[in-house]
């Protein structure tokens, strides 16, 4: 079983995919989700951090 941080890492094109995994369209769909929020959680966080250094 992946480790998370591995997956994260796979998903922000870090690091490269395992070839051995099946890739249907569900997956890749699945994968582009979790891409998406992945990066809005961070971008999330960076503002907050921002928020908290101004006051």
Same mark, same amino acid.
């Given at each position: 079983?992946?480790? $998370?941080?591995?997956q994260i890492?796979?998903?922000?094109? $870090?690091?490269?995919?395992?070839?051995s995994q099946? =890739?249907?369209?569900?997956?890749?769909?699945?994968?582009?989700?979790?891409?998406?929020?992945?990066?809005?959680?961070?971008? =999330?966080?960076?503002? $907050?951090? $921002?928020?908290?250094?101004?006051?």
């Amino acid at each position: 079983m992946k480790s $998370i941080w591995r997956q994260i890492l796979e998903y922000l094109y $870090i690091r490269k995919r395992d070839k051995s995994q099946v =890739a249907n369209t569900n997956t890749k769909l699945m994968h582009g989700m979790n891409r998406i929020s992945i990066i809005m959680f961070l971008i =999330a966080i960076i503002i $907050i951090i $921002i928020k908290l250094i101004r006051r």
